[in-house]
């Protein structure tokens, strides 16, 4: 599973932001290349995460698609299938831009604790 490889690469910008603060969740935009799956990237995380300050944080993805352009036809159009054929002619002759994207997109703390 790569998705423990994405997991550690997150958790050392994760653990840099948060300075020492108790991080409740994140959330992070994968670009569809990544083929990175939901459960594994879960499963990944809490393990990655166990013994940090991001230990028990929720983890929600975000797909970000890939442009399909037809060679043929003309069309673009985005897609989630990086072996896409073209939607409006059925053609293979398409090129796939982008789709390869890594962003951290938020993180959340938990709330300080007073008293």
């Known amino acids: 599973m790569h998705e423990y490889g994405l997991a550690e690469g997150v958790l050392a910008t994760v653990r840099q932001r ?3 603060r108790k991080v409740a ?3 992070v935009r994968f670009g569809v290349k990544h083929a ?3 459960e594994s990237m879960a499963q990944a995380w809490g393990f990655v995460a ?7 944080s929720a983890v929600a993805l975000v797909t970000v698609p890939a442009t399909l352009t037809c060679q043929d ?7 989630t299938d990086v072996l896409a054929v073209c939607p409006g002619c059925r053609g293979e002759n398409v090129e796939i831009t982008g789709g390869d994207e890594m962003t ?3 993180i959340t703390y938990e709330p300080a604790r007073t008293g």
């Open 50 to 56: 166990e013994g940090t300050e991001a230990e028990g």
């Open 73 to 79: 036809c003309g069309l673009t159009a985005e897609t």
């Open 25 to 27: 969740g994140i959330r």
């Open 104 to 106: 951290l997109e938020s």
């Open 18 to 20: 948060a300075a020492g």
């Open 36 to 38: 990175v799956d939901e």
